[in-house]
């Protein structure tokens, strides 16, 4: 073979070696590269799957702080309403957002409840009939009583005018079982009532709850009524003898829309005592007439839900044997009876009953009502303090009204409120 033929293969081995290399080269490269891209690939998979977590988390997170502020506003509200171990079960109630922030929210509440002390000073109870909203009407030269309206009733305007004032000195509705507990014997014992400091008890009544036909043209709403929303209202004719609905023509939606922009003037949904005299109908319904009693009873069930407490006025409302010097037992049994058989089928049993004018009866006649299950029993005295008495509590009222704001002004102002900033300018000159 010659020297040529043997170079030539030579170059050919060495070509084919080359490309064998650079083939092997090309497919290490390809292998890494796509293992490189292999593995990018799952890390950013993996990167993606982290990052979706982490923002779930995130998201759950927002979710979760979300209902701690839901819980600690709401919490925050029931405080306020003296609702305090309620709170704190609701700031623990929900153990997927029960963090440090809780935590704190919860021992702020017990820190206020421990500083909490028993209240010692006066029990005032004020009262009022039902409210004078057309004053043009009540004082006008139609009206069937312009000066007895004077003297006893409160107009819409210095009601509305009262709450704030009243809010202002430290004054929370309560209810009598607050401050008494009855035994199943009848033995009535103090409780003691724990309110923040500056803070002071408040019960109050409303007379007379049932718009005698006389009144509905002298400015007075005519009767009360479930309005679409669930709401107690009143029903009045105003001036043109329209009949209207009105949430300010009465004490309670007055007083009930009133504590939900102030829930601190409530103790635990305290709102007031609906008196009912029951010659007088029943919130403006006649409770010998079988369908009216029933609208009745489905306003006081209602009025009940809102925190109202229904009481006896007695049904006469009358003096003479039944109330008065000149009461006989069988003048109070009567009374008591009739309420009974008419009244309490609607509104249901109460132990406490307002005594008519004030009149406190003696010896037999205050124990026949007592035995009749009225442990509380509610004159009209603007000096003294309830005083327990066996197995009953006789209890004392202010009437806030004309004839209080005129004759006892210099009190009203220093126990309640500044009868100067209440006071309605439209009344006739006191007499």
Request: aromatic share 12%; hydrophobic share 35%; charged share 25%.
């Amino acid at each position: 073979m010659s020297i040529g033929g043997n170079m030539s293969k030579k170059t050919k081995n060495t070509q084919r070696q080359v490309a064998l290399i650079i083939v092997l080269i090309f497919l290490i490269i390809t292998t890494s590269v796509g293992g490189f891209i292999f593995i990018k690939s799952e890390l950013d998979k993996k990167n993606n799957n982290n990052n979706n977590n982490n923002q779930a988390e995130i998201e759950k997170e927002k979710a979760r702080e979300v209902k701690r502020v839901e819980l600690i506003s709401k919490a925050s509200l029931m405080v306020s309403g003296y609702y305090y171990e309620e709170a704190i079960e609701l700031l623990k109630s929900n153990s997927d957002i029960y963090n440090d922030k809780m935590k704190s929210e919860v021992k702020k509440v017990e820190d206020f409840v421990a500083d909490l002390e028993p209240y010692t000073g006066r029990i005032e109870q004020v009262f009022f009939h039902t409210l004078i909203v057309y004053p043009e009407l009540a004082f006008g030269p139609n009206s069937s009583q312009p000066q007895g309206y004077n003297y006893w009733m409160t107009t819409q305007l210095e009601f509305q005018r009262m709450l704030p004032l009243l809010m202002e000195k430290g004054y929370v509705l309560i209810r009598i079982s607050d401050l008494y507990d009855v035994d199943a014997q009848g033995n009535v014992t103090e409780k003691e009532l724990y309110l923040p400091q500056g803070k002071r008890p408040l019960l109050m009544s409303v007379d007379n709850v049932g718009y005698p036909e006389s009144r509905k043209k002298d400015g007075f709403a005519s009767r009360l009524m479930i309005d679409d929303n669930n709401e107690i209202t009143a029903v009045i004719r105003n001036p043109k003898g329209v009949e209207i609905v009105s949430r300010t023509a009465e004490i309670f939606p007055i007083v009930d829309d009133f504590i939900k922009a102030h829930p601190e003037f409530s103790y635990r949904g305290a709102k007031g005592m609906v008196g009912i005299t029951g010659s007088w109908g029943v919130m403006g319904y006649d409770p010998k007439i079988a369908s009216e009693a029933a609208i009745a009873k489905k306003i006081a069930n209602r009025l009940k839900e809102l925190g109202w407490d229904f009481v006896s006025h007695s049904y006469t409302h009358a003096d003479g044997k039944y109330f008065s010097e000149n009461s006989t037992l069988e003048g109070v049994k009567e009374d008591t009876e009739l309420f009974k058989k008419w009244i309490v089928p609607i509104i249901g049993d109460s132990n406490v009953f307002i005594a008519p004018f004030g009149v406190t009866l003696k010896g037999e006649l205050y124990q026949y009502m007592i035995d009749e299950g009225y442990t509380f029993y509610l004159t009209v005295d603007r000096r003294s303090q309830p005083k327990i008495l066996g197995k009953s509590v006789l209890m004392p009222r202010i009437n806030l009204d004309g004839f209080v704001m005129n004759r006892d002004k210099a009190y009203i102002t220093e126990h309640f409120f500044d009868v100067d900033k209440v006071y309605d300018s439209r009344r006739p000159v006191f007499q």
